[in-house]
């Protein structure tokens, strides 16, 4: 056996792409999308049924999630202002050259600054690419009823997904709340587990189930071949996955996951999910492509999703909200600084190690690679915005606990946006006048 064959076999895969405490989307938007989990969320706040309650960020209702930069739709990035990124830079201490960071200051939209350390460089982004995902979908419902937000909402309430060999498999557990009983549970995805799109969506971005991320995006290929015929049975696509060519399942692939990247004005180069998240999944179909993402890259798709130039405005406005995060905050999010703030939130590492004398491989700490990716909007006070902010990073930072690497850059990044914004001082109240005598 040559040194390369033992250096590999010595490799320890460790993919952790997301986490299973997260949630998304308002807490009272089961009405509306009738995600079953989120219902559950909210008879925990309200006392109904017990669990933990939501820190105080993350209880907005839905109409205040919204979008905040309609009114500026032709605003691009600014170029980098040199005195603010050496702000952001000296954040990084030691560890620079290992990070890739943008940070956009929206707090003044008329004088926007923005921050950019090493924002081209690339690597997978794990997790992150969730949002991709999310965005083919979205992407396929629009071009299939461009001008019927209603049958787009019945779609992704109504179409039931049966989870089936594309689940296979991951070790994230999804959220299934019994509305009439009230009970949850909380377990990996099984074969024959039924949700709407819209549940499939949250499970993806929520607790970051790889599973339901194969199956939301088997769906988004279904939908964007069948069209207006969508949904179509479990038995005819089967049919079609099993007797389709690969090179027309990988044309499709590309249609449905890599030509939105480029028609909402994004660079393919530098944002792409391409596979599935799935072994199973990806067995099937064959993307014909890397995954990987810039820091620059992912602020523009937030920066698009804030103006509403992320398919359309219905679309823009879902996604955001299905970043919302509304229970315990993990890594970046998890930052002491953001408990009073709104945070839209998804993040997404991926670690491996080797054996090394004198080192213990742990979560988030790999020695060979390891990949921590984060990306935040944070709004406070939630529902006014005084501050409001967008920061991505992405790093590599071996054998550090790049979670906590991650919660650290959250505080100290928030800690400089207050400080560029101080709150306003009172006006002194105006003194009585006094009567002369």
């Not at 709104?342 to 979560?363: D, I, N, R, T, W």
């Not at 306003?424 to 006094?434: C, G, I, L, Q």
Request: charged share 25%; glycine share 8%; hydrophobic share 35%.
């Amino acid at each position: 056996m040559n040194n390369v064959s033992r250096y590999w076999m010595l490799i320890i895969p460790l993919f952790l792409l997301g986490s299973p405490t997260l949630q998304a989307y308002p807490i009272d938007g089961y009405e509306d999308t009738g995600i079953r989990r989120i219902e559950g969320v909210r008879m925990v706040e309200e006392g109904i049924i017990p669990g933990s309650k939501q820190p105080p960020g993350a209880t907005l209702p839905t109409e205040k999630v919204d979008l905040r930069l309609l009114d500026r739709p032709d605003m691009n990035l600014p170029e980098p202002d040199p005195a603010f990124t050496k702000q952001v830079l000296n954040l990084l201490g030691d560890h620079a050259s290992q990070y890739g960071i943008a940070v956009l200051d929206l707090s003044d939209p008329d004088k926007p600054r923005y921050a950019e350390y090493r924002g081209d460089h690339r690597q997978n982004v794990g997790s992150v690419g969730k949002l991709v995902a999310a965005l083919g979908l979205f992407q396929a419902l629009a071009d299939t009823w461009p001008d019927d937000i209603g049958k787009r909402r019945d779609i992704l309430k109504n179409t039931v997904v049966t989870a089936d060999e594309f689940s296979h498999r991951d070790h994230h557990k999804i959220k299934i709340f019994d509305v009439e009983n009230k009970k949850l549970t909380r377990r990996t995805m099984k074969d024959g587990d039924q949700g709407s799109l819209w549940e499939y969506l949250d499970w993806t971005l929520s607790v970051s189930s790889n599973s339901a991320a194969s199956m939301l995006m088997r769906d988004a290929m279904l939908l964007r071949h069948y069209g207006k015929d969508y949904p179509v049975s479990n038995t005819e696509a089967e049919r079609f996955f099993e007797e389709t060519p690969g090179k027309e399942l990988t044309a499709l692939f590309q249609e449905t996951f890599f030509d939105p990247i480029t028609r909402n004005g994004l660079d393919i180069e530098n944002l792409r999910q391409g596979s599935f998240l799935t072994r199973e999944g990806k067995n099937k179909v064959n993307g014909g492509g890397n995954s990987y993402g810039t820091a620059r890259e992912l602020m523009l798709f937030v920066l698009r999703m804030e103006q509403g130039r992320l398919v359309d405005e219905f679309s823009s406005r879902q996604i955001k909200r299905l970043m919302y995060m509304t229970e315990r905050r993990i890594r970046y999010a998890s930052s002491p600084a953001l408990k009073d703030a709104a945070v839209y939130f998804k993040s997404g590492s991926l670690y491996s190690c080797k054996e090394e004398e004198g080192f213990e491989c742990g979560a988030y700490m790999g020695n060979v690679r390891n990949y921590m990716n984060s990306v935040a909007i944070v709004e406070y006070p939630p529902g006014e915005g005084r501050l409001f902010y967008i920061s991505t990073l992405i790093s590599n930072v071996l054998r550090k606990n790049s979670a906590v690497d991650h919660q650290t850059m959250g505080t100290r990044i928030h800690r400089l946006i207050e400080k560029a914004h101080p709150v306003p001082e009172p006006e002194p109240a105006a003194a009585n006048p006094v009567s002369a005598k």
